[in-house]
Nanobody, 126 residues
Framework: VQLQASGGGLVQAGGFLRLSCAASGRTFKTSVVGWFRQAPGKEREFVATISWNGAFTYYADSVKGRFTISKDNAKNSAYLQMSSLKPEDTAVYYC????????????????????WGQGTLVTVSS
């Protein structure tokens, strides 16, 4: 599976952005997907994850209620809708995937993912 993240940019605090993760490869359909971010000088951190069919999602406390993760297997894509953005959301955002077959699991650790996109930069100005 190859992943391509896009949709980042510069936005004012309180604004919104929608990140996309386009995938190639048949196994994306049965893959759990995650979004992670890495701010300058900080370690990569978990943001959100979704099970293969979208039945289960899980969010970091810092984004809960503001971000929504989704997955469209027909389009081989996943998304991260971000609203009420804050300056502390500024980071490079990465999508990740791991084929778990038809199992309803979510994954919150970076080590649980095999495939990674190249990252897209989100900058939130105050």
């Amino acid at each position: 599976v190859q992943l391509q993240a896009s949709g980042g940019g510069l936005v004012q605090a309180g604004g919104f952005l929608r990140l996309s993760c386009a995938a190639s490869g048949r196994t994306f359909k049965t893959s759990v997907v995650g979004w992670f971010r890495q701010a300058p000088g900080k370690e990569r951190e978990f943001v959100a994850t979704i099970s293969w069919n979208g039945a289960f999602t899980y969010y970091a406390d810092s984004v809960k209620g503001r971000f929504t993760i989704s997955k469209d297997n027909a389009k081989n894509s996943a998304y991260l809708q971000m609203s009420s953005l804050k300056p502390e959301d500024t980071a490079v955002y990465y999508c990740a995937a791991d084929d778990r077959g038809y199992t309803d699991v979510v994954v919150t650790t970076a080590g649980g993912f095999t495939y990674w996109g190249q990252g897209t930069l989100v900058t939130v100005s105050s």
